[in-house]
């Protein structure tokens, strides 16, 4: 058997919060403090209002956009940087050899556990290129169990704050990498199909539990200055569960790419990024982006008008690991930090909106005032020139 299981966490023995989880055996009203909870600033979040096209009015939905925190203290638990060393562990080495629990969503793009399972499993993985799991130490809940729900809510919530509820992954390769320049191409690709799957099987779930306003945030961290917490190269998936609305950012790239409808084009099918491209295969294409969040800032978009992360054919996830990988090494061979965050801007699920899927791949730097103070920042360098510099590294590692 490609899977054996070893043991299961009794459900009465499961640790507050771990995977997501609370219920009358692991809740107390001391432990109110540390649900975790979504809360919007007062100052930078407002309502969001349609256009109703028989009063001619703005008519409010219910829903927020603006800046909005998840608070989850149970984040502080978890593996940190050897004090010695400097370097992270690699929990994931026990999850797969049946040491350490874990609630196992897909094995490779096969689905295993429902994502809302509660039941953490002991699992000897062997024959797999790459694993989803539920992060055991998540800013969200996943399961709060009815009979103390109300109590919990009561303890929790106020006007600008809510529980937060959601679904955390966790994807990472069965085979040991820490970064994008040192895995495999077959590695990366199981490895995004493996979210993928992990990803529809989250919202099929969600939809049948009366969820059908889903925005999804898939990402990378990599490196202990970009966030991450494990040396084993992983990706993260943050699903949204509170139906509430969403970011300042993700409003404003919805209302551009209203505005392209508008126009009747799509920026993403049209541009040809003039001077700026890195490069490119036959489904993607990689280039340095006209206004940087951060010095070496690439975007790479789909060459088919492709909505969300789930909609990607075999075919444009095998070339995705392929421009993923080439845009590291090269970045690489530039001496630029290693520490790196990769974004994923893919369309919230049951959003009728135009959208183009696309991702950032933006390097860790020291960010000034000013750009903490509004949505700008500062850049050394113009972005045709980072072109420039990365096509010539991507010839060169080519060249061997």
């Not at 799509?266 to 036959?282: D, Q």
Request: aromatic share 10%; with cysteine.
């Amino acid at each position: 058997m490609p899977e054996e299981v070893i043991a299961v966490m009794p459900y009465e023995e499961i640790p507050f919060m771990h995977w997501g989880v609370i219920t009358r055996y692991n809740f107390s009203k001391e432990k109110a403090r540390y649900v975790p909870r979504k809360r919007w600033d007062p100052l930078t979040s407002v309502e969001i209002r349609l256009y109703d096209e028989v009063s001619r009015v703005l008519i409010p939905i219910g829903k927020k956009r603006g800046h909005f925190s998840y608070i989850s203290p149970i984040r502080g638990r978890r593996p940190q940087a050897s004090k010695h060393t400097g370097q992270l562990p690699d929990v994931f080495e026990d999850i797969l050899a049946g040491k350490d629990y874990a609630i196992f969503v897909a094995l490779d793009d096969k689905r295993a556990e429902s994502p809302f399972s509660v039941q953490p499993t002991m699992m000897r993985i062997n024959g797999y290129s790459a694993v989803t799991i539920i992060n055991r130490y998540p800013a969200m809940i996943r399961y709060l169990e009815e009979s103390i729900r109300d109590e919990v809510k009561r303890l929790v919530e106020d006007p600008y704050t809510r529980i937060a509820y959601g679904v955390n992954l966790i994807t990472f390769p069965t085979k040991f990498s820490e970064t994008l320049s040192d895995v495999t191409r077959d590695s990366l690709a199981a490895m995004l199909k493996s979210m993928i799957a992990a990803i529809s099987y989250c919202v099929e779930e969600a939809r049948k539990l009366g969820v059908h306003l889903i925005p999804v945030y898939p990402f990378f961290n990599i490196g202990y200055m970009a966030g991450a917490s494990q040396r084993r190269l992983h990706a993260q998936v943050y699903i949204d569960l509170n139906m509430d609305g969403h970011g300042a950012l993700m409003e404003n790239i919805l209302q551009a790419f209203e505005d392209q409808k508008r126009a009747g084009s799509c920026h993403l099918c049209t541009s040809k990024h003039e001077g700026r491209v890195v490069y490119e295969n036959s489904r993607w294409i990689v280039w340095a982006t006209s206004s940087p969040r951060r010095n070496y800032h690439l975007r790479l978009a789909t060459k088919r008008h492709v909505a969300r992360i789930t909609d990607l054919d075999a075919r444009e996830v095998q070339d995705l690991a392929d421009a993923l990988i080439v845009v590291s090494r090269a970045l690489d061979r530039l001496g630029v930090s290693k520490d790196r965050n990769v974004l994923f801007y893919s369309n919230p699920y049951g959003y009728g909106s135009f959208f183009h899927l696309f991702i950032d791949f933006i390097p860790f730097e020291r960010i000034g005032g000013v750009e903490l103070l509004d949505s700008c920042r500062v850049a050394r360098y113009a972005p045709e020139e980072i072109a420039e510099m990365l096509r010539k590294a991507v010839a060169e590692e080519a060249g061997g």
